[in-house]
């Protein structure tokens, strides 16, 4: 809902690309060190105009120090945001950032009116239950066609619900819905037994991380063999085949090079044959079963959900074959050996997935990856990135899965309707231009 009424500078497009939001047009100079942002003519709901001085104000609180703002960690290049004039914005950063115009378009940077919360569309809460949120698009003062003074017609309405997947899933079943978005690997299974047409379900390539943490380096998991045994133990094609024939493995942190000097790096059990992996698994922690003092468990922390019930049976049944026992725990039990992480990447940078998946991980990496941040050009930080990357292969702090699973159910009338990376869909991009 942020995102359809709180536009911010710049927004992401049907295809997950970048469009402009509030900024007409921009330009990036002094070396990737400065964005110049020229905000298109339109107005806040009340008819007020909207000015630069209110945009940099609402950006400085959304970058500093005090924000609840997720994305802080990744916006701390940015060294100042002046209203050069009423209609230009500059952002100066400390350093390059090439990946920092997709951060903008996130909807937690989303600019609203002063005093209103309102922002600029591109839809406007027309009504509001306890239920749900009618949205109406708004018109752009740029475009004399778009003036239409009987107003938008029906269907270019949109009723915005927040509910259980079950509920979603039945509702368009049943025809009272065109979209389901949002959907992850925890409701998938209720896709099975639902009476949706194959048609209508549709995944997204989305990148991102879908792993387990290795949130405990003590005991079997405090050597790299024990726990890259339990990578290896895992048959990811198994894992992911259980959900769904179009959910691909990985066993990357990085699913391409990004902004990396190299390609991602591979496990040294990589190219080792399926069929081969187990004996290799198994030769790994023969020497600490011999002196165990008694059976091992591990425990894995999962969210609810029936997703999560199979994809623990799968886990469990990998690591049952190093004579491991598993034990199911929820997703923030502290005493966790394993958790998971399922997350889409908010941007194209190597360094969020080497931040994500190092939680914890060896310290030296752990401040590599935190040294990444000041780089003092791309060249220099594309190589640390790399470097990053290979050490973090090699320590397994995070054993990765595949890409996380996202689904939408989606109406044939929806045929703007675009995959992506990001899994993000706008709510103005559905349908074709009603014009």
């Known amino acids: 809902m942020r995102d359809s009424v709180a536009q911010g500078l710049v927004r992401f497009d049907a295809s997950g690309g970048i469009e402009p939001g509030l900024a007409e047009r921009w330009i990036v100079i ?217 959910w691909a493995p990985t066993d990357t942190i990085l699913p391409e090079t990004l902004d990396s000097a190299s390609p991602p790096a591979q496990p040294d059990w990589s190219s080792v044959p399926d069929s081969e992996r187990l ?19 591990l425990r894995i922390a999962l969210p609810s959900g029936p997703g999560a019930t199979l994809l623990y049976g799968q886990i469990a049944a990998g690591i049952a074959r190093l004579g491991i026992g598993a034990e199911r725990v929820a997703i923030d039990d502290p005493t966790a050996h394993l958790r998971l992480i399922d997350r889409v990447a908010p941007y194209d940078s190597a360094r969020w997935y080497l931040r994500a998946a190092c939680q914890p991980c060896a310290l030296p990496i752990a401040q590599l990856i935190a040294g990444i ?23 397994v702090a995070y054993i990765p899965l595949a890409r996380p699973l996202r689904w939408s159910l989606v109406a044939q009338r929806l045929s703007q309707w675009t995959p992506n990376t990001r899994a993000f869909h706008p709510l103005n991009r559905l349908r074709p231009d009603p014009k």
Do not use: C, H
Not at 281 to 297: F, M, N, W
């Open 279 to 297: 004996a290799m698994a198994q030769a790994r922690v023969v020497t600490y079963r011999r002196t165990a003092p008694e059976p091992l468990v």
């Open 30 to 246: 002094d070396d990737g060190r400065s964005l110049i942002f020229r905000l298109r003519d339109t107005v806040w709901s009340d008819g007020r105009p909207v000015v630069a001085a209110d945009v940099v104000r609402q950006l400085k609180r959304a970058v500093g120090s005090d924000s609840r703002n997720a994305l802080l960690p990744y916006l701390t290049a940015i060294d100042e945001i002046v209203a050069m004039t009423p209609q230009v914005i500059e952002v100066r950063l400390s350093r390059p950032r090439p990946d920092l115009l997709k951060l903008f378009a996130q909807p937690e940077l989303g600019i609203t009116a002063p005093g209103s919360g309102e922002g600029s569309g591109p839809f406007r809460i027309d009504e509001a239950t306890a239920s749900s949120v009618l949205l109406r698009p708004v018109a752009d003062p740029a475009d004399e066609d778009d003036a239409r003074p009987e107003g938008p017609k029906p269907q270019e309405l949109v009723r915005l619900r927040a509910e259980r997947a079950s509920v979603a899933i039945l509702r368009f079943a049943q025809r009272r819905s065109d979209l389901v978005e949002g959907g992850t690997f925890l409701d998938w299974p209720l896709i099975g037994v639902s009476e949706v047409p194959p048609a209508n379900i549709r995944l997204d390539p989305a990148a991102g991380l879908f792993g387990l943490l290795v949130s405990r380096r003590d005991g079997f998991l405090s050597t790299r063999d024990n726990r890259s045994a339990i990578a290896l133990a895992i048959d990811r094609a198994l894992v992911t085949s259980a959900f769904s024939d179009g």
């Open 373 to 395: 941040r000041v780089a003092p050009d791309v060249a220099t930080r594309a190589s640390m990135l790399a470097q990053a990357d290979s050490a973090l292969t090699a320590d």
